[in-house]
């Protein structure tokens, strides 16, 4: 069972890759609001992220310009707008501080409010 699981959830996790990343080579006009994906550690953190969004829009067939769509229609999908709604958040802010500080200025981590391991 626990094969089975852990399974599943890397179809998952591959899924949203690939609606990500074909979204993003397609230009399409809801990645426009993730911004730029940072260079270094913090790609991996903006790729999670941004697919975190992507599921939700695959899961409910979201195909609009706005990256989570409109209202949540029920319990769950409002649960999982919420989970998406962080990521979105997420996302925004690491591709900000990817424009606001160039690469050769280091800014402790806990000023910015990122995990340590996380360098520009």
Do not use: N
């Not at 890397?10 to 899924?15: N, T, V, W």
Request: charged fraction near 25%.
């Amino acid at each position: 069972m626990h094969q089975a699981l852990v399974e599943r959830a890397d179809l998952i996790e591959s899924r949203a890759a690939a609606v990500l990343d074909q979204a993003v080579l397609a230009g399409e006009p809801w990645t426009q609001t993730l911004g730029a994906a940072p260079r270094g550690s913090a790609a991996a953190a903006w790729h999670q992220s941004g697919c975190t969004v992507a599921a939700y829009r695959d899961r409910y067939d979201i195909t609009g310009a706005k990256p989570l769509g409109a209202a949540p229609e029920t319990t769950a999908q409002r649960l999982d707008a919420d989970r998406a709604f962080v990521a979105l958040r997420a996302v925004q802010r690491l591709a900000e501080y990817r424009h606001a500080f160039d690469a050769r200025t280091r800014i402790p981590s806990e000023s910015l409010h990122l995990p340590a391991d996380i360098r520009f």
